[in-house]
């Protein structure tokens, strides 16, 4: 049986997707952004810092939702639009990770995100 999950405790849905999909313990994440969940606007004008910081409570939040955490993620995408930032990014990303557990991941640049986005995020995890 599939679940829906939904929080609005980060960013909705701007186009027709679901923010992530439970099916037993597997959960695929949608893609999040850096923006803000109750504005909706993209956060940190360029600065990577803070767009990345948005964008991972997005995804903390959107797992917490589907009942586990971030340590429960075993890959991660990362688009950026401009690989020369992804030192910025890692600084923010580790944080987000307890007893230096890091999922699998790939980063990639990209022409162009969504509403003016320089990054995006999407993700799969596991619930035991």
């Given at each position: 049986m599939k679940?829906?999950?939904?929080?609005?405790?980060?960013t909705s849905?701007?186009?027709?997707?679901?923010?992530?999909?439970?099916?037993g313990?597997?959960v695929?994440?949608?893609?999040v952004?850096?923006?803000?969940?109750v504005?909706?606007e993209?956060?940190?004008?360029?600065?990577m810092?803070?767009?990345a910081?948005y964008?991972?409570?997005?995804?903390?939040?959107?797992?917490e939702?589907a009942?586990g955490c971030m340590?429960d993620?075993v890959?991660?995408?990362?688009?950026?639009?401009d690989?020369?930032?992804?030192?910025?990014f890692?600084?923010?990303y580790?944080?987000y990770f307890?007893n230096?557990?890091?999922?699998?991941?790939?980063?990639m640049e990209?022409?162009?995100?969504?509403?003016g986005a320089?990054?995006?995020?999407e993700?799969?995890?596991?619930?035991?």
């Open positions: 679940e829906i999950i939904f929080t609005k405790n980060a849905p701007t186009a027709p997707y679901s923010q992530g999909v439970k099916t313990g597997y695929a994440l949608a893609g952004c850096g923006d803000d969940p504005t909706g993209i956060m940190g004008g360029g600065d810092k803070i767009e910081k964008a991972l409570d997005n995804l903390k939040a959107t797992i939702a009942g340590n993620i890959k991660v995408r990362v688009f950026v639009n690989i020369d930032k992804m030192d910025d890692n600084s923010v580790t944080n307890e230096g557990y890091l999922p699998a991941r790939i980063a990209i022409v162009k995100l969504a509403g320089n990054l995006e995020i993700a799969e995890a596991i619930i035991e």
